[in-house]
Structure formats: structure tokens, C-alpha cells
């Protein structure tokens, strides 16, 4: 099988009849720990010829159990696809978390999984997981059904950073606080934004700075600010840039927040392109400035930082 094959819940699980190797979280995010889990599925299945499988839940279940505080989400369900298949995961079961899957029991999830997927050879999971009704079912209880239903269980270690574990709730905070780089040292992988270019209001181009504005809705905002950015429309070179995100105080207050990028190469990119931002490093936070002309001092400012930052970076 190549690519990612997507499931839309277990019962649409009609699988090919080889060995399936399945790691099971919400994954939100696809950070570096949940990639050690991930990875050990994916290599014990290419190691006897089966499948490497996620099973995965959406909504996040805090939008059932907390819908007056649902948890913001680091990856839109598109942008975990994409993540997924380029670690190599066969097929993505995208299970619906609604009320009759949070009272399935603990004991019972085990059976529950045989019954749809009857080629089930293995769960991965980290030592932390819980799950079931309640969140009653810990590791221990899992490897006693698995055992006894004729399963392995492999548990990842919890992975550290800085000496502290790596988690979805961290990044989450690294990202409304602006330290990109941290967010992009515990995913492993540069965060990033895809979107189609929108019309702006073409002052961007009167001031001297043109900018690619991009339609994005985010589970979680990042800071508004200022990044080093790069763009990319498909697997080609990727182009140079810096972006600012935010409601844009002073030429009159969007009322929701907008990523531009204002690109320091030439490209013909324009409206309706699609595009890929990955944020590189936060430069400043956006501020209201007195005057436009004041505006335009910091963004040539904003310019030459970003085009240091890149020079630093390509110096190794
Ligand atoms: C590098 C960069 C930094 C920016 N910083 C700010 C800022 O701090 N405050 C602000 O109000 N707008 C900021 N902007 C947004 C500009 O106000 C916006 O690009 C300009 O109004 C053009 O809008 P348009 O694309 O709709 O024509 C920034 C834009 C860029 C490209
Ligand atoms: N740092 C880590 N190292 C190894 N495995 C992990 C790590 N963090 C999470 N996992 C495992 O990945 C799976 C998915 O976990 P989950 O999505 O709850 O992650 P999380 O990052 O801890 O999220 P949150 O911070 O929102 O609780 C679980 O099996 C969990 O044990």
C-alpha cells in the first residue's frame, strides 16, 4: 500500500488481510513523543509485511466531556493527514468521539477494536496512555486484554526535552507565547499554516512592502506577531519571507487575525495560490504604530532582521 489510506470511523474499517500494526491517541500535533510511538508501528510492520495504522479521534474528546473549555487544536485534521502519511503511516482511522464511544468501557476496548479489525496484531500506545470510559484503563490493563486476546503491546517511554516531558498541552503554551522555536523543537518539525491567497486592501503594495495574505483559521492562534517565515506551493524550492500575524491595529483593526507574508525573493505567486508557511522565528510582537510612515520604518526593520536570521542560519 503507498500513501494514506484515510477510515472514516471503525466500522468503515474493511482492511486488507495482513497484519496491522496500530498506534492509538489523539496525537494532536504529531510531536517528537508521539512519533517515537508511531515509528515503532510503522517499523514493526514493515519488518513482517503488514500495515502501519493510527487510530485516531475527532473531535478532540474535551468537546464532549468540557464544551465550555474544548481544548484549541496545534494541527486542523488536513494538516495531521499530511504529517502522518510523510512519517509513513499506511491508514488513518478517524474514529467519531461522540457519547456512545465515551462510554465504552475500558475492559471493553480491546474486543471493540477485534470485532472491526480482525487482521489486529499490535497496539502501540505511551507508558502514560488512558483511555475508556472515565480514562479507568491505564497501560497495565491494556497489555492484561491484549494478552489475552492474542495481542502485543509495545509502550514508549515518555519522551523529555529540556528536561520535561514533551506534550501536546506544552506546545500549545510555547505557541500562545510566541517561542516558535521551541514549538518546532518539540514537533520535530517546522509549524506550519496552509491556506489560498486572499485579496488584502493593496496598501501593502503602496508602502513599498506587497504581501501574500492567506485565508487561515487556526484551532490555536500563535501570538500575534512578527516571523521568519518560508513558503512553499508543492515539493519545489521553498522562498524566503516574513509574515505578520495579527489584527493589524494600525491601519484599523481586523477583527480576526490574518497571516501575511511579505516575501524577500521574487516569486509570481498571487491570488488563489496555495500555500504552505512554515514558521521559522519570532521576530516581535505586533504593536499599534503612530502613523503609517512609522509602520513602514519597522517593516523595513522586520526586513533586514528576518534577512540576517536567514544569512545566520545558512551560515550553519
Ligand atoms: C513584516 C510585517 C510586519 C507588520 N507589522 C505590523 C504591526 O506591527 N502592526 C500593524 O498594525 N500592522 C503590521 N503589519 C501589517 C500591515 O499593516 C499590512 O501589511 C498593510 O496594512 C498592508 O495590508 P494589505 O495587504 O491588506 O494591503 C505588518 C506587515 C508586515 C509584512
Ligand atoms: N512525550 C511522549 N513520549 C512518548 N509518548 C507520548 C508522549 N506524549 C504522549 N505520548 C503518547 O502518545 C499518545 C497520544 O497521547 P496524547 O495525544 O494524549 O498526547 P499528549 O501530548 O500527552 O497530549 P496532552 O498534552 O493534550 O495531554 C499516547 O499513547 C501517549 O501516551
Redesign the pocket.
Request: hydrophobic share 35%.
Given at each position: 500500500m503507498s500513501g494514506l489510506r484515510q477510515i472514516d470511523g471503525l466500522e468503515r474499517a474493511d482492511l486488507p488481510a495482513q497484519p496491522l500494526h496500530l498506534a492509538?491517541?489523539?496525537?494532536?500535533g504529531v510531536?517528537l513523543?508521539?512519533q517515537?510511538?508511531i515509528e515503532a508501528a510503522i517499523h514493526s510492520a514493515r519488518r513482517s509485511g503488514g500495515l502501519a495504522g493510527v487510530l485516531t479521534f475527532a473531535p478532540h474528546p474535551s468537546v464532549l466531556l468540557r464544551p465550555a473549555n474544548p481544548?484549541p487544536l496545534l494541527l486542523p485534521p488536513a494538516a495531521k493527514r499530511a504529517v502522518l502519511a510523510r512519517l509513513g503511516v499506511d491508514v488513518l482511522i478517524e474514529q467519531n468521539f461522540n457519547a456512545a464511544y465515551a462510554a465504552l468501557a475500558a475492559e471493553d476496548f480491546v474486543p471493540h477494536l477485534q470485532r472491526h479489525l480482525p487482521h489486529l496484531a499490535a497496539l502501540y500506545?505511551?507508558?502514560?496512555?488512558r483511555f475508556g470510559r472515565g480514562r479507568t484503563g491505564d497501560v497495565a490493563l491494556l497489555v492484561a486484554a491484549a494478552t489475552r486476546a492474542g495481542l502485543s503491546v509495545t509502550s514508549?517511554?515518555?519522551?523529555n526535552h529540556n528536561g520535561a516531558?514533551?506534550?501536546?498541552?506544552?506546545i500549545r503554551e510555547l505557541l500562545v507565547a510566541g517561542d516558535i522555536a521551541g514549538v518546532n523543537a518539540l514537533l520535530g518539525y517546522t509549524y506550519f499554516s496552509e491556506g489560498v491567497v486572499q485579496p488584502g486592501r493593496q496598501l501593502g503594495r503602496t508602502l513599498g512592502f506587497p504581501t501574500l495574505n492567506l485565508a487561515w483559521q487556526p484551532g490555536l492562534p500563535p501570538r500575534h506577531g512578527v516571523y521568519a517565515v518560508e513558503v512553499t506551493t508543492g515539493p519545489g524550492k521553498a522562498l524566503q519571507g516574513v509574515a505578520n500575524y495579527g489584527l493589524r491595529p494600525t491601519v484599523g483593526q481586523d477583527t480576526s487575525p490574518l497571516l501575511e507574508v511579505h516575501l524577500l525573493e521574487e516569486s509570481t505567486l498571487g491570488y488563489g495560490a496555495s500555500l504552505t508557511v512554515h514558521w521559522l522565528h519570532f521576530l516581535r510582537p505586533e504593536s499599534k504604530f503612530g502613523s503609517l510612515e512609522a509602520l513602514q520604518r519597522q517593516i523595513e526593520t522586520d526586513r533586514q532582521t528576518a534577512l540576517d536570521y536567514f544569512a545566520r542560519r545558512s551560515a550553519g
Open positions: 492509538v491517541g489523539m496525537f494532536d510531536h513523543g508521539h517515537s510511538v481544548t500506545v505511551g507508558e502514560n496512555w514508549a517511554p515518555r519522551l516531558p514533551i506534550s501536546s498541552s506544552r
